[in-house]
C-alpha cells in the first residue's frame, strides 16, 4: 500500500476479520464493524478498532469494504449506512452474489462502487495471496483502491459487476466438482481396502493434489477444525445462486453441501469425507436433528423424529429407552456453552426403499459418541424412527443430554 489510508471493514467473520488484520499490518488506519455485535478490538499494531455502530464505522472513512455473506446482508448494511458514508469514499463488495444482484448494487446512487469478489480463502488472504475479479464504472474508482486490493492480493480487472459476480460463482462450482470427485475417490479407494494415507499419497500428485494437499490431515485425521477456511455453507449457498443464474443444474445439487455439521460454517474438508446418499432427501431429519444439538431447541428433534420414536442407550450404567417427549424435555432452548467446539460428523448413510440406515459421530468436548439411526420414508417424508447411542468412554463423565 503506497499510503495508510482508512479503511472500514464491515463485516467481520472470518474474511472480514482476516482483510481488516492483514490491512491494519500494513499500517492503515482499520475500523471495522460486525452485524453480530461481537467483542471489540483493541488497537495494536497489526490489529484494528472494531466499533458498535455501522454509522460510526464508516465515518471519514476513504475506503468502504463489505465482508458479508450474502445480497440480502450486502442491502441491509448500505441501507444502514446511506447518507453517512463520505462522498468522496469508495465502497468495495467483496460479498459472492448473483449477478443481477451484483449488478443492482453497482447502480446505486452514492459514492463510487467496486465490485470485488475475492478467490482465495482465509489463509490465502492471511499470506497476502487471494486474487480480486474487480469491476468498476469508473475507471478512477478501481485506481483509488487499487493499492488496498493489492496489499491483499493481486487485482484482475473485468467488465462489469454481474460479470465479476458469474466468473465468482464458476469458480467456487469448479472447487465444488473437485470437492465432490475427492469424495467419490475416497469412497471407491474405502471400498477397497486401500489404507487412507496410500490413496491420499496418490491423489495428491493428481489432478486433485492442490485441495488434498491443504486438506490432507483433516482428511487422514479427523474432522476439521470449529474455525474453517471455506464453509460448507457458504458453498451450498454459491451453488444455488449459480443454479438460479445459468438456469442449468450443478452437479450433485447443492445436497451434498447442506448435510449435517456441528454448525453452518464446518470446513468443506467435511464435504469430501461424506457418504454419498442414494436419496439426498433422507440428510433432512438428520440434519434438523444437528440443529436441535447446536441451538438447544427441541422443536428441530421434533422434526427430525417420528412422534412414536424412542431414543436408547446405556446412560450411568442403565439402560435408558426415552420417548421423544422425555427426550425433548433433556434440552432447554439454548446451545452447550461449548458448542463452537462441537462437531458432528455423518459418516454412513444406506437407502433400502423405503428404510435406511445411518451413523453419525459427535465429538461434544471431551465426550465422542456414535449415533445409529433407523429412518423410515412415509408420505414422501424421512423422518427418524429410532435412535440408539453409544458413549466412548472419556476421561471425564459429562452429564449432557443426549
Known amino acids: 500500500m503506497t499510503a495508510p489510508q482508512n479503511i472500514t471493514v464491515l463485516g467481520l467473520g472470518r474474511m472480514g476479520t482476516a482483510i481488516a488484520t492483514r490491512l491494519a499490518a500494513t499500517g492503515a488506519d482499520v475500523t471495522g464493524w460486525t452485524r453480530s455485535g461481537g467483542p471489540h478490538e483493541a488497537r495494536a499494531p497489526g490489529r484494528f478498532a472494531a466499533v458498535p455502530e455501522a454509522k460510526e464505522a464508516v465515518a471519514g472513512a476513504d475506503v468502504v469494504l463489505l465482508a458479508l455473506f450474502d445480497a440480502a446482508a450486502c442491502r441491509e448494511v448500505l441501507d444502514a449506512v446511506d447518507g453517512v458514508v463520505p462522498a468522496d469514499a469508495v465502497i468495495v463488495n467483496t460479498a459472492t452474489i448473483a449477478p443481477d444482484e451484483a449488478a443492482a448494487l453497482a447502480r446505486r446512487p452514492g459514492p463510487a462502487y467496486v465490485h470485488a469478489p475475492v478467490l482465495g480463502s482465509v489463509p490465502a488472504v492471511a499470506a497476502g495471496a487471494v486474487t480480486f475479479l474487480a469491476a468498476a464504472e469508473e475507471p478512477a474508482a478501481l485506481d483509488r483502491v487499487r493499492p488496498v486490493l493489492e496489499a491483499l492480493g493481486t487485482v484482475r480487472p473485468v467488465d462489469g459487476a454481474a460479470t465479476a459476480a458469474a466468473l465468482k460463482l ?233
Not at 464453509?231 to 451450498?236: E, P
Not at 445459468?246 to 456441528?262: E, K, N, Q
Not at 433407523?374 to 440408539?388: E, F, P, S, Y
Open 170 to 402: 464458476v469458480a467456487n462450482h469448479s472447487l465444488a466438482g473437485a470437492v465432490l470427485a475427492l469424495r467419490d475417490a475416497l469412497h471407491q479407494a474405502d471400498a477397497l481396502g486401500l489404507p487412507r494415507d496410500q490413496a491420499l499419497d496418490v491423489l495428491e500428485r493428481g489432478q486433485l493434489g492442490g485441495l488434498v494437499s491443504r486438506k490432507r490431515r483433516y482428511l487422514q485425521d479427523g474432522p476439521p477444525p470449529a474455525t474453517a477456511e471455506f464453509t460448507i455453507g457458504a458453498l451450498a449457498k454459491d451453488l444455488a445462486l449459480l443454479a438460479g443464474a445459468s438456469r442449468l443444474p450443478v452437479r450433485g445439487g447443492t445436497a451434498p453441501f447442506a448435510t449435517p455439521t456441528a454448525a453452518s460454517d464446518a470446513d468443506i474438508a467435511l464435504a469430501a469425507t461424506l457418504p454419498a446418499a442414494p436419496d439426498a432427501a433422507v440428510l433432512a431429519p438428520l440434519r434438523a436433528y444437528v440443529r436441535g444439538h447446536a441451538t438447544g431447541d427441541p422443536r428441530h428433534f421434533r422434526e427430525a423424529f417420528l412422534p412414536t420414536a424412542h431414543i436408547e442407550g446405556i446412560r450411568d450404567s442403565v439402560f435408558v429407552s426415552w420417548p421423544l417427549d422425555e427426550y425433548c424435555a433433556l434440552f432447554r432452548g439454548r446451545p452447550a456453552p461449548d458448542e463452537a467446539t462441537r462437531v458432528r460428523r455423518v459418516d454412513t448413510v444406506d437407502v433400502h426403499g423405503t428404510v435406511a440406515t445411518a451413523t453419525m459421530t459427535l465429538l461434544h468436548g471431551p465426550d465422542t459418541f456414535t449415533d445409529v439411526f433407523l429412518l423410515v420414508r412415509t408420505g414422501g417424508t424421512w423422518r427418524i424412527a429410532n435412535k440408539a447411542y453409544h458413549r466412548h468412554p472419556a476421561p471425564a463423565a459429562s452429564s449432557s443430554a443426549r
